[in-house]
C-alpha cells in the first residue's frame, strides 16, 4: 500500500491556460473522489467516480471541470480556461467501496496546489 | 439536507489537559461520521469514524467521539493534550442522500507548552 499520489504537488498558471491534474489511488481502491479545498474552509466535494464511471458530480463542477477516470485506475481532473477563484488545493481520495455499501473510509492524497495569476 | 457544523474555529489547550473539538451535524438519514486531521503541508488522516455500531468511537492517537443522535451531536475528545496534536481537524457527514461527503470547516487545534 503505497497511498493515494498527486501530480503535480504545486501548479503555478496564468489566467487562461489549462491545467491538467493526476490522482492515483491505491490500487486495489474502485471508488475515487476529487475535492477542492480553498484556504481556511474544510474541502468540498466536487465528484466521485465507481471504477471509470463518473457517478456524481458537484455544482462546483462548472463545464470548464471535467474529470476522467478511462480504466478504473488513475484519473485525471482539467480544467479550462482556468481563472483567479481556481486557485484551492485539489485533493483526491481512494477508496475500496462494497456493493450497497453507502459510504466507505476514504484515504486522500498530498493535493496538488493551483496557483491561477 | 445534510450539513455540518463545528462549533469552534480556534481552539487552544496547554500540553497535558483535555481536548474537546465540537462538531453538529445534520442529516435526514443515518448518516456515517468520521473526524480526519490536517498537519500542515500533509495530506488529510482518518482519526476515527462511526457507522452506527457503537456510539463511542475510539481512534488513533488517543482521540475518541461519541455519536448523540439526541443532541446531532459528534464531539472529538482526548484527555491529554499532546504537542503533537496541534493541527486542522476536520468532522465529516457522509452516506447521507447519495455518496456526496461533507467536511466542515475545520478546527485549528493550538497546543501551548
Known amino acids: 500500500d503505497t497511498g493515494v499520489s498527486q501530480d503535480p504537488r504545486h501548479k503555478i498558471t496564468k489566467r487562461g491556460q489549462n491545467v491538467t491534474f493526476r490522482c492515483d489511488p491505491i490500487?486495489?481502491?474502485?471508488?475515487l473522489y476529487w475535492y477542492r479545498q480553498t484556504l481556511g474552509q474544510g474541502p468540498e466535494f466536487l465528484t466521485y467516480?465507481?471504477?471509470?464511471?463518473?457517478?456524481?458530480k458537484s455544482r462546483l463542477l462548472s463545464d470548464r471541470f471535467s474529470a476522467e477516470r478511462p480504466k478504473g485506475s488513475f484519473s485525471t481532473l482539467e480544467i479550462q480556461r482556468t481563472e483567479q477563484g481556481d486557485s484551492a488545493m485539489y485533493l483526491c481520495?481512494?477508496?475500496?467501496?462494497?456493493?450497497?455499501?453507502?459510504?466507505?473510509?476514504?484515504?486522500f492524497g498530498p493535493g496538488t496546489r493551483l496557483t491561477v495569476l | 439536507a445534510q450539513s455540518v457544523t463545528q462549533l469552534d474555529s480556534h481552539v487552544s489547550v496547554s500540553e497535558g489537559t483535555p481536548v474537546l473539538l465540537r462538531c453538529n451535524y445534520s442529516s435526514s438519514y443515518s448518516p456515517s461520521l468520521f473526524w480526519y486531521v490536517q498537519h500542515p503541508n500533509k495530506g488529510l488522516q482518518l482519526l476515527l469514524k462511526y457507522t452506527s455500531a457503537a456510539t463511542l468511537v475510539k481512534g488513533i492517537n488517543g482521540f475518541e467521539a461519541e455519536f448523540k443522535k439526541s443532541e446531532t451531536s459528534f464531539h472529538l475528545t482526548k484527555p491529554s493534550a499532546h504537542m503533537s496534536d496541534a493541527a486542522e481537524y476536520f468532522c465529516v457527514v457522509s452516506g447521507t442522500g447519495g455518496f456526496k461527503t461533507i467536511f466542515g470547516a475545520g478546527t485549528r487545534l493550538f497546543v501551548k507548552a
Open positions: 490500487s486495489e481502491h474502485n471508488r
Open positions: 467516480f465507481q471504477n471509470e464511471a463518473q457517478l456524481e
Open positions: 481520495a481512494s477508496s475500496l467501496g462494497s456493493a450497497g455499501a453507502r459510504t466507505d473510509t476514504q484515504y
